[in-house]
């Protein structure tokens, strides 16, 4: 009866605000830091600096699965148990890795990264211009101080009542986009193969390959994103050097990314023969 009891632990509650708090933190980054450039770059650096932007993101994660690597190597229990007295190994089935070690130093690391983003200033004077005289920017400020003080003066019904009925025709113009449509499809087709790549291909490594959780991720993190990463450094160079519009990035993109789907989708015709399993696929004899 000792061992019949129930799982009573709320840790999962932790975990679940941790990712809710994360992604209010993470989800500004992409749509206002690209806001951020194409508002104060010119336009045709803006190509060159979002290609950076998107480097950035992809070394984030590089760094991250290295660091998930060293983490699973180490047990869960690591600090509290005795590595002496550890009697299986990395690639044994019931290894766990010290996945909440990875937790609390990307924490830390996000919470310094944080800093600078409270010194950048609400407005930048936009690549190649120079100030505004004194006197336009006065004029401005008061205009904007006005605009403030009638804001405030509705109400939030008349607020939520004029949004409302803009709402509807200008959902129908950003499905009449095609520019904005291809953006859609290349974002579902690459978080359709990203992700499952993701989600899969460690398990698969270590079942089919017999390769340990951390030596997994540790491929996964080094054979695929810095070629991601060099192919948005050059996409964004490319970009600024043939002067390349909208229209004919977001057609380049969709075809590159639909190609890449059906790349990911190959795999399917590409498998390994099933384990020997007693009693499951052979024999016990």
């Not at 047990?75 to 009697?87: L, N, P």
């Not at 390769?211 to 964004?236: E, T």
């Amino acid at each position: 009866t000792e061992c019949e009891k129930e799982p009573g632990s709320l840790l999962w509650i932790f975990v679940m605000v941790g990712n809710i708090v994360r992604g209010i933190g993470e989800t500004p980054i992409m749509p206002l830091g690209i806001s951020y450039l194409e508002d104060f770059a010119k336009a045709e650096n803006s190509p060159f600096y979002l290609g950076c932007l998107h480097t950035a993101t992809v070394v984030g994660p590089f760094l991250g699965f290295l660091l998930a690597s060293f983490c699973a190597q180490l047990f869960v229990d690591v600090g509290s148990v005795d590595a002496e007295d550890i009697t299986i190994k990395a690639n044994d089935a019931r290894w766990v890795g010290a996945w909440w070690l990875g937790i609390l130093i990307c924490a830390s690391v996000n919470l310094l990264a944080g800093i600078p983003f409270w010194f950048l200033p609400k407005s930048l004077v936009k690549e190649g211009e120079t100030n505004e005289p004194e006197e336009t920017s006065k004029n401005s400020l008061v205009t904007l101080q006005e605009n403030d003080t009638n804001e405030a003066k509705q109400t939030m019904y008349e607020i939520a009542k004029g949004k409302l009925y803009y709402f509807i025709p200008f959902l129908k113009a950003l499905f009449r986009n095609p520019v904005y449509m291809l953006f859609i499809f290349i974002t579902v087709l690459q978080f359709n193969a990203f992700n499952i790549m993701i989600t899969f291909l460690p398990k698969y490594l270590e079942q089919q390959f017999g390769k340990s959780a951390s030596d997994a991720i540790f491929l996964i993190g080094v054979y695929n994103l810095p070629i991601i990463c060099v192919g948005y450094f050059f996409g964004g160079l490319l970009m600024k050097k043939f002067k390349i519009n909208i229209y004919q990035s977001a057609n380049i993109a969709f075809w590159m990314s639909l190609l890449a789907y059906l790349l990911y989708f190959s795999v399917h015709w590409a498998v390994c023969d099933t384990s020997p399993v007693a009693g499951l696929t052979v024999s016990y004899k």
